[in-house]
């Protein structure tokens, strides 16, 4: 009986093989490529969200500073009040008597004025500067959020990229760029922010 047409199996097996590694070997390659850039991206947000937070953690100390000082100086501006109470009270008990008040009261009494008007100026600018910084240290708090979320995203995006290569399954690798291409916006708004 005469055999039929002799197929090289070989040579196909060979060539579908190969196939098969280019195909897995380009998903490799791209997968490889976008978990790189999401690792360099998550690294540049890691490090701005701690950059932020640190800064708004100065600010905030600075904020908290500068209302220690503001309770300085209404301290001293209540002291300065009651000082001009008594030397108005002094001056009183001089007039009661039908006396003159001696003229150092007077002077007292508006040196005490004086100073519990400045106090107050300076007091009210360090609640200013307190309000500023600690306004200021907020924003850079909700940057750090965002850089941060950046950051978590990104990293469970190059954790499927890993799982992409481990299993050569381009849906896995779809999913891992979704989410890496949502922490780069939420970089890029972090930033813009």
């Known amino acids: ?8 199996t070989d040579k196909l097996r060979e060539t579908i093989d190969e196939e098969i ?29 701690g950059g932020t937070v640190n800064e708004a953690l100065i600010l905030k100390t600075e904020a908290t500073r500068a209302q220690a000082e503001a309770s300085d100086q209404w301290a001293y501006y209540q002291a300065k009040g009651l000082k001009a109470t008594v030397t108005e009270a002094s001056k009183n008990a001089w007039l009661v008597l039908d006396k ?37 240290a907020d924003e850079l708090m909700h940057h750090h959020h965002l850089f941060a979320q950046s950051v978590a995203l990104l990293q469970v995006s190059i954790a499927l990229g890993a799982v992409a290569a481990l299993t050569r399954k381009r849906l896995v ?21």
């Open 100 to 136: 003159t008040p001696p003229p150092e009261l007077a002077a007292s009494q508006e040196r005490y004025l004086e100073d519990k008007k400045r106090s107050k100026e300076q007091a009210q600018e360090f609640e200013k500067k307190r309000d500023e910084q600690s306004r200021e």
């Open 1 to 8: 009986m005469p055999e039929g047409p002799e197929i090289d």
């Open 173 to 193: 690798w779809v999913g891992s760029l979704i989410l890496g291409l949502g922490g780069c916006g939420m970089f890029a708004w972090a930033f813009a922010g």
């Open 21 to 49: 590694e280019r195909e897995g070997s380009t998903l490799l390659r791209t997968v490889a490529l976008t978990t790189a850039i999401f690792a360099a991206l998550a690294a540049i947000a890691s490090l701005k969200a």
